[in-house]
């Protein structure tokens, strides 16, 4: 069933005005009538049911205590790489439950934080993920910081991933977590010595070299399997 994101928040029997995109997608891409039951989502995180009303809004018919949201936070500092497969891994990442996504302009990243038109095709690519995996929160996307932001997205448990560390004693998911994925090419030791000094400890994934965004995904898949 499909859903979507409504920006006021909702009460059985209201009447909505559906924002364009939604109704360009219900009417044009699904080619949806006024019997087609679909999922909204208010900003308190509830879910409801709703049908088309006209060409404009929809009636909101039920609700849905349905939490779809992990029982920890996760933060995904995602050093910057190659557009395709960032956005791939970004939209990824929000499938899988991340709460926040900083885009982190590390020494050895080859693309870098020019403009805003790259942080509002994130969004939109994050929103569009939430709403295909059924998220209760449209996960926050930050603006690109640079090393010396990084104390302000730390939580419980922070972590770095380096590929020279070899202590396989793995990660606590007792609380929120923060976790840093660097470039490609890695971190700088300069830039990983200063990010450690801060409190990241660093973690090992494992003997091979992985791309960034399979570093990502699998840290992510990792983390989420033990904070359902």
Known sequence: MQQFFVDEVLNIGNHVKLEDDILYHLQKVLRKDSDY??????????????????????????????????????????SLFKNDRYEFCVQKLVELGVSRIVPYEAYRSVVKAKDDKKLMRLKKIVKEAACQSHRNRIPEVTNAAGIDDLKRFMSDRNYICYENYRDDSGIDTAGNITYIIGPEGGFDPGEYEKIVSFGFAPISLGKRILRAETAAIYLTSVIVSRCQ
Do not use: M, Y
């Open 37 to 78: 039951t679909f999922r909204l989502c208010d900003p308190t995180g509830r879910i409801f049911f709703a049908h088309l009303f006209d060409k404009q809004s929809c009636v909101v018919d039920d609700s849905s205590d349905e939490n779809n949201e992990l029982a920890n936070q996760i933060t995904c500092i995602l």
